[in-house]
T-cell receptor, first 114, second 110 residues
Framework: DTGVSQDPRHKITKRGQNVTFRCDPISEHNRLYWYRQTLGQGPEFLTYFQNEAQLEKSRLLSDRFSAERPKGSFSTLEIQRTEQGDSAMYLC????????????FGDGTRLSIL | AQRVTQPEKLLSVFKGAPVELKCNYSYSGSPELFWYVQYSRQRLQLLLRHISRESIKGFTADLNKGETSFHLKKPFAQEEDSAMYYCALAPSGGGNKLTFGTGTQLKVEL
């Protein structure tokens, strides 16, 4: 197992375009998390799933952001009508079990908006 | 609302010197606290968590509820400790949504 995998590693797009990122968690992990990290800041929680259920999405930054995990395995994060302020590193993490378990992070997808 | 504060953006020490990376938190319940580390060109990874009460790579951290702190300490810094360190908090009762501090860059000089 190579750990949490994210694709693509880098995405450059023009303002106003839609982008979609993919995250493949560690196979036996039932929880999956999305974070955003901007320069000089720590990761900021966006949303998380337990299996296919999205248990919290209130921290998604606007209605332009949406996430899915249709079969409880991989997840996608979509940003519609991108803006300059969306430029950031988008991190995915996964963990197992109930309660508070350590989260394992991917390498992230770096988004740059032209 | 929960908050994690890491007051130092950069901490520079000499090899063999003691290290203390500060972390203070604000949370009304009983949180779980973590230290994550990111070495150059590597992904963010867990270093230690307070409930484990263990030493990892010579680092320890004690949760002080009175001072709401979770400082990371190591008695003798090594060159390979140079990295970005993040303190993080998870609320009690599960959910596992981490709130991170802004991070401290540790530089160990020879």
């Amino acid at each position: 197992d190579t750990g949490v995998s994210q694709d693509p590693r880098h995405k450059i797009t023009k303002r106003g375009q839609n982008v979609t990122f993919r995250c493949d968690p560690i196979s036996e992990h039932n929880r999956l998390y999305w974070y955003r990290q901007t320069l000089g800041q720590g990761p900021e929680f966006l949303t998380y799933f337990q299996n296919e259920a999205q248990l919290e999405k209130s921290r998604l930054l606007s209605d332009r952001f949406s996430a899915e995990r249709p079969k409880g395995s991989f997840s996608t994060l979509e940003i519609q009508r991108t803006e300059q302020g969306d430029s950031a590193m988008y991190l995915c993490a996964s963990s197992s079990g109930q309660g508070t378990q350590p989260q394992h992070f991917g390498d992230g997808t770096r988004l740059s908006i032209l | 609302a929960q908050r994690v504060t890491q007051p130092e953006k950069l901490l520079s020490v000499f090899k063999g010197a003691p290290v203390e990376l500060k972390c203070n938190y604000s949370y009304s319940g009983s949180p779980e606290l973590f230290w994550y580390v990111q070495y150059s060109r590597q992904r963010l990874q867990l270093l230690l968590r307070h409930i484990s009460r263990e030493s990892i790579k010579g680092f320890t951290a004690d949760l002080n509820k009175g001072e709401t702190s979770f400082h990371l300490k190591k008695p003798f810094a090594q060159e390979e400790d140079s990295a970005m360190y993040y303190c993080a908090l998870a609320p009690s009762g599960g959910g596992n949504k981490l709130t991170f501090g802004t991070g401290t860059q540790l530089k160990v000089e020879l």
